[in-house]
């Protein structure tokens, strides 16, 4: 069980997360191309070594942030705010 | 005397003083407290514990610990406590012990299977992938059945499991795995800095009065931690898993070393520890020789025979053979012979032996046959000899053969470090060439290994052998076991590599070489040597199988802990559960909610009773419990904004006091959820999803709130259990109802159909909704949830006069289905647009944006050969076909038959006299009026194809 580092609350361990998928896809306009869409909801790297993802705090503040997680090791290198990178 | 082979004295962990009595298959038996079941057995002669898993051959005690792979015993307390696969080394004699040999028909003497051991040279690796792959259909039904009988790991116990089991979670600055001395040092170390510690150790705690002997510091240190309050000493704790950042998973046994169990202890307790570091000090484990004949029972590690005397005073024999590479095994020999035994023959794999160890053997008086190997055992049921044959210089074997008469044969190998739980960390191992064995490398976590287990193995332990002894030219003479526990044997290995595996991987599951539940623990390193071997490659770069969780097989119990019967889920349940309860409803789980299914009157079956509740709402009226509707408050200045984003609908156009049937797709186009959403408030809607959708929906609203628009103003509630939901639906309801409220006026003109009004219900603030999901005349009276019971009483009341009656979930779906309402879930499935549900209408078309718009131009989503939801009849009325059931185009087809659709709601519609259905059909709605067919067990239906709406199709009845 991961230990995650909440930007808002703190380190906490991870029964009080969720998980989010990968982070930094953004949702495209709706006049982007078909191809655009299909990358956003459909295209995922399946990273070796540093991973950005997001999380939420689900059973404490409720905020979604983003984590680095290497995937090789599980350890977290860094967390921070959604919007921020 | 308990047991004929205990020596005169010593046995540091047994009182002589205290016999205890216990039964094996059935015959009774004595022992000392202290004892193992494995000494107390071995102390009584018993060395046939059990028979081995593929060849049914009779193995006995090899090792004295955890990593024995041979005895596994079943104990019994009664019909409930029955516990199969213990390992009798690590089970603890208690008074009254009853334990049984698994794996033999029809008894451990004599086993019927051990004609697989004859056969074998037809159940090669690979075997049952060869032999059972035709024809496939016989796979379930006739071999697996055989096989799993035959290969017995005991049977699992027949009634519930009567015992309780704790859960715990703990934090500490050191957590140390393993009371030896390695350990024992590390945990006063940081003990003495003030730190929390905990010190785990799967063993029982050594007694405080037995006699100073070796480990006579130790139990100091164990009595100076015994009093700390910074340290918790856990004792029969196993360590079993370790988890990413620290988190290290410990089994706690509290009470299976007792002759019964205690009522407010419970049997095991799971430990989840975090640990600021965590140090491995567990040791290393004592590698078997492969050889012919080396499962005899009477073959042992030496160091196995060490410890029975030792700690047990046991004597594993009279006499004693010793094979070994290592110069540990010198101490049993020097031990055994002060303790009286003949030591027959000690015999040592290297050329040259010039150890303290050894020399000290020399002094004694005892020979070494240096530079020997054997071609064998010979033995029935026990070993009786050892043949011994010397090593040529050249490293052939071709001399004769010296049978040397025995009654035990001691072997050693050396020691493999205990680096099970450092694996599991993602440590990296590495080949320490000098040891020959992997040893801890780089950590991945917070982590030490000490002492054995970090490769520190003491001057005296030098020397070791890995794979196959060298013996001489020609076939072998018996089966060289490398996995006891699995039956795989040398030439198993070989073939392997010879049909041509490489990976050490593909090795290990293909003959199955360290899969069993004791994770070969003494067999992995000869497995890969003897498979690095064969592929001429060098030990490190075959590379090592990874270590799993858990180091040791852990009962279910333990796992589930508190989440067993009541406390398995939690329950929720309306403010109405009670009356409901008290009118005899039937319940149905619905996610998390217990929800009233139907309300039976005395004698009437489920689809009377609903026949019944059906009819009365259409006829008159009916109150439905709908509280566990998921709701959500959408408030803020951006909330019509933050609405038309999320939902398909306008909600620009809906006013204050009005309600629109929303719809809530995913981005990439498909159905999510539904439900009706009331605007409060310029500012506010108040947003109800289906029961069992909240919790996800809430969550995606966050979500897109959060991270895709974080501008918008917008503020999300889950106000599901604040507000408890009558429903009153039926031509009466209005006249049920208009007594009770205030401060609403329910005329048709001024609560229309699809309306929300504040007002106040028998004097409690409520929320008014004109909504219908049955299609008649119906309003929603939501009050605060702790008024919801008593409000419903004084509605029923009400309704008495107009003939009302409760009903429940499965009237409900016969009466939206008569209607041709979806279910999400039920007549959606994740694959399913919005024009496939026929509902289309709802979507705002002009809007620039929402979940799931840009996906709606995909091709795919256009097809006009799409499932699209229709109604069924059946050409014979009374024929209510199966949810699920496939839909062809043509009658009376053999499978293969093309798929057009499948059957999503079926009923029977006591108010229509026929039986209704939904469906998803292939351009469903180009299909009126066609006949399809409906393949069932019985044959097939005929239906035709027609509007979902079966039911008042031009919606008359909601206005009352
Ligand atoms: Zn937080």
Redesign the pocket.
Known sequence: MLLIP?P??GVRPELEFSYGGQAHIARPQTSASAEEWAAFQYERVNTRGPHAERWR?TH??G?FFNVVRDTTTDQILRSYRSGER | MSGPWRSASGGSSIDRSRPVRFEFDGRPYQGFAGDTLASALLANGVHLVGRSFKYHRPRGIMAAGPEDPNALVTVRRDAARYTPNLNAAQVELYEGLMAESQNRWPSLHFDVGRINDYLSRFLPSGFYYKTFMWPRKAWHGFYEPRIRAAAGLGRAPSEPDPDTYGQRFAHCEVLVIGAGPAGLTEALAAARTGVRVIVCDEQAPPPRTSPADSAGEWHDIRAQLAVMPNVTVLARTTAFGYMPHNMVALTERLTDHLSAPLKHVPRERLWQVRAREVVLATGAIERPLVFPGNDLPGVMLAGAARTYLGRYGVLPGARVAILTANDEAYRAAVELRAAGVEVVALADLRPQVMGRLPEAARQAGMTIRTGTTTVGTRGDQHVTALGLCAIGADGTVSGAVDWIGCDTVLMSGGFTPSVHLFSQSRGKLTWDASLQVFVPGAAAENCRCVGACAGEMGADSGGSWLGALPRPEGPATGKSFVDWQNDVTAADLDLAVREGFRSIEHIKRYTTTGMATDQGKTSNLNALAIAAQRLRRAIPEVGLTTFRMPYLPVGFGGLAGYARGELFAPVRKTPMYDWAAERGAVFEPVSLWQRARYFPQPGEDMHQAVARECCNVRRACGMFDASTLGKIEVVGPDAVEFMNRMYVNNWSTLAVGRCRYGILLRDDGFVYDDGVVARTAADRFHVTTTTGGAPRVLAMMEDYLQTEWPDLKVWLTSTTEQWAVIAVQGPKARAVIELLVEDVDLANAALPHMSVARGRVCGVPALVFRVSFTGELGYEINVPADYGADVWRAVWQAGQAHGICAYGTEAMHVLRAEKGYVIVGQDTDGTVTADDAGLSWAVGKSKPDFLGLASLRRAALVDPNRKQLVGLLTSDPNVVLEEGSQITATASLRPPMKVIGHVTSSYYSAVLGRSIALALVSAGRSRMGQTLYVPTRTGESSVTVTNPVSYDPKGERLNG
């Open positions: 909440c808002y609350c705090h404490g503040c905020r």
